[in-house]
């Protein structure tokens, strides 16, 4: 019997083409497949996964899993894969933009000419910080930081991280507040979970230092929103850079129009070639683990 394989992506999937059959569409076109492939934002709930019995098998197209309910796939036996690899090198490029851009007070100097009052060149106007000699501390420290620490040191950063796991490399810091009040620019790369949530708030953001600033391209809610706003208001931190939210897409209107802050919508992977790869990915992940179950099942 053919299996079916549903796809809810809009791109084709290379990977499945062969002893498959392959039903693109939203989630619930075909009730009956064995295995789905969602995107990253796709809610696979015990609803959904009810609705398809015959499921065995789910995969993401991206890095994060925090759409869909994994006590629900646990509980029905079901594999969970992902696409980790194929985020990396772009989500860490946006990083390194939304670094690059805070620390030079690109949002306040492009706000002087959409609102026409930049004044011409002057000596002493909107003058940011070059990144070389800065030191950047990475809160978390998988795949996306260490590509960061990678290209923050190729522009002279001095790099620190912190992460739960003990470790012997160079620039650890075990306790998180060690990091931050060492950091010139703090760039967030922790997944969302409980413990993560609102992990960056007010306490935190105070041990940063005067001047500091602070990027996050991991998931929203990681970071006190408000928090943060408060913060960029008083000049505690002099920017900010933010590519996820805690209610997405509903950005707050709050956050838009905040001199020193830039942000975008949740584009870390955005590129044609990050997301043909997200795709094949985590099919080349869900092909591995129908056979895994297969022989494991025979």
Known sequence: MTTRVLVTIPAPVSALDGPFEVVYGPIGSASDAEALLVGPTDRVDGAVLDSMPSLSVVAVAGAGTD?????????RGITLV???????????ELAVCLILMVSRGVPAAVAELDDQTWPGWAFDHVVGRG???LTLGLVGYGRIARRVADMAAALGMTVLH????PSEEPGFRAELPDLLAASDVVSIHVPRTPETVNLIGAREIALMPPGSALVNTSRGGIVDEDALLRALAS???????????VAEPGIPSRLLGVPNLVVTPHIGSATAQARAGMAEEAAAHLL???????????
Do not use: N
Not at 67 to 75: F, G, K, N, P, R
Not at 82 to 92: K, L
Not at 235 to 245: E, I, K, N, R
């Open 131 to 133: 990144v070389a000699g």
């Open 162 to 165: 912190h992460r739960r796991t």
């Open 288 to 298: 591995a683990a129908l056979d895994e179950r297969r022989g494991r099942f025979r």
């Open 67 to 75: 759409a869909v309910d994994q006590d629900a796939i646990s509980a």
């Open 82 to 92: 992902s696409a980790p690899e194929a985020t990396v090198v772009p989500t860490a």
């Open 235 to 245: 000049g505690h931190l002099s920017g900010a850079g933010v590519d996820v939210f």
